[in-house]
Every structure is written in C-alpha cells, then in structure tokens.
C-alpha cells in the first residue's frame, strides 16, 4: 500500500522557520522519521513538498489508483485553497490533514480550514509527531478498507 505525504509551502524550511512554533525538526528529519516507521507498517511512502499551489494540485490529481491515502499538510493553503480543497474532493482517495502547531490556540486567520470538511480527519499540534499519528491514523484506515 502506498501513501502520499504533501507538504505546502514554507515547510522546506522547517528546523530554521519560527523553531518557537515549529520546533527544530527538519523536513528531512520528519521524512526519514515517517519512512523507518511506515516500514513497520508495511506502507510505502512518496513524498511531495512544494511551495506551488499548482504543483499539490497535479500531485493530488494523479494520486487515484497510485496511493490507497493522502497525508497532507497544506500549510497557509489550509486556510484559503479552494483550489486544493476541490482537487481533493476530486479524487476519491482519503485524505487525512496535518498541522504541526495547533492551529487554533494562533492567530484567528488560522483558526478556520478549508480542507479538514473534506479530510477524513485532522491533527494538529502535536509538533513533528503529529505526521507519525497521521501515519498511524493511514495504516489504520487502509486496513479497515481493505477487510
Ligand atoms: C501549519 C499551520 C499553518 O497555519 C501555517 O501557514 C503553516 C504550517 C502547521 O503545520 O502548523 O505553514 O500548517
């Protein structure tokens, strides 16, 4: 079973960017962190990060019969793109949103998602570990579909 994991744009520079809210993990730390435990899990990883609405878009369009869940982190997307939001409902593939801060104890333009009406579920602040609780939160439910 393979699962896609996006990431938006900003979270390149994760472990230098505001490390008071985002901690001091790199991007590169939390994609080895997910692939030693995906391989518990018996899932295959492909990971996408762009700055570029457009770019998610196109990786989110061709995920129907290539991945059984979209773990995505939309980051500022999340809270106005209508367009990631409809290519995701487009797609009849899963999808489960993640947030390293709890976007709801932030600013008020933070508090609202456009995405999560459409994700199967969310999970937010929990800092790096909030992706290995979306993988968690993946292999469960590919297991639940495929009984
Ligand atoms: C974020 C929260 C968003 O509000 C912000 O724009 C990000 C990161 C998070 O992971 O906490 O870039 O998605």
Known sequence: ????????????????REPEVYGTTTLENINDMLKGRAVDLGLELVFIQSNYEGKLID???????????????????????????DALAAVNVPAIEVHLSNIYRREEFRHHS?????????????????????????ANLIESTNL
Do not use: D, M, W
């Open 1 to 16: 079973n393979r699962v896609l994991v996006l990431h938006g744009p900003n979270l390149n520079l994760l472990g230098k």
């Open 59 to 85: 990786a989110i369009q061709q995920a129907p019969g290539n991945y059984a869940c979209i773990i995505i982190n939309p980051a500022a997307f999340t809270h106005y793109s209508i367009a990631v939001r």
């Open 114 to 138: 456009v995405i999560s009406p459409i994700a199967i579920g969310q999970i937010a602040g929990f800092g790096a570990n909030s992706y290995l609780l979306a993988l968690e939160a993946a």
